[in-house]
């Protein structure tokens, strides 16, 4: 069964003090590993999808990156509006994405 | 195109109600998929549409659940004799297959909470 763990839950960073999430996966055929950002009580809102290992995107102070068993988001020097839970999905062979639990990232200014 | 779109927003019902959730995909994508969200958890997968057919179902889909999707276009999620563990954000999502590529977009969501 396809697992999905992402660590840490919570994140407190201040104002540009930059760090990285993690999110381990354990899928059979990975067919692209999407990052997502979800504010509260909205949807999650698409931000990247990496197709194999060693593949790198960036988007503003966000940057992913992929090895064959994790994927990172590295937030470099964060503003309060970076602050949202941010999900990591890898696909397998089929259709539904598998989720991980989030992190929560909250930055105080 | 203005995105997906989920209607209502909120819905608060009793226990033992039935209630129906209705979304309306990015107009172009043929995919359309169904996913529940509780407090604190990433999205779970219900249910995929590829055009009016439905082909794949989670085994978190009981069958008090039931989703259309008649002519393509919007569908409709429905719960018949709710329980208080029904309460959750349900998410729409809708995509379409381009070469290798597959980007899923989320609407708003419905939150229900069954009292």
């Known amino acids: 069964e396809d697992q999905v763990t992402q660590s840490p839950e ?83 062979a089929g259709n539904k994405l598998t989720f991980g639990g989030g992190t929560r990232v909250l930055v105080k200014p | 195109d203005t995105g997906v779109s ?38 779970e997968f219900l249910t995929y549409f590829q055009n009016e057919a439905q082909l794949e179902k989670s085994r978190l889909l009981s069958d008090r659940f039931s989703a259309e999707r008649p002519k393509g276009s919007f569908s409709t999620l429905e719960i018949q004799r709710t329980e208080q563990g029904d309460s959750a954000m349900y998410l729409c999502a809708s995509s379409s297959r381009q070469g290798s590529v597959e980007t899923q977009y989320f609407g708003p969501g419905t939150r229900l909470l069954v009292l």
């Open chain 1, 10 to 92: 919570a994140l407190r960073l201040q104002e540009g003090e930059s760090s990285s999430l993690n999110c381990s996966y354990t899928v059979s055929g990975l067919r692209g590993l999407f990052w997502y950002r979800q504010d509260p009580g909205k949807g999650p809102e698409f931000l990247f999808t990496l197709y194999s290992a060693g593949e790198e995107k960036e988007k503003e102070r966000l940057k992913a990156t992929l090895t064959k068993k994790e994927s990172f988001l590295h937030i470099t020097a964060p503003k309060p509006e970076d602050s949202a839970t941010y999900l990591c999905a890898p696909k397998a």
């Open chain 2, 6 to 43: 989920q209607d209502p927003r909120h819905k608060i019902t009793k226990r033992g109600q039935n209630v129906t959730f209705r979304c309306d995909p990015i107009s172009e994508h043929n995919r359309l998929y169904w996913y529940r969200q509780t407090l604190g958890q990433g999205p």
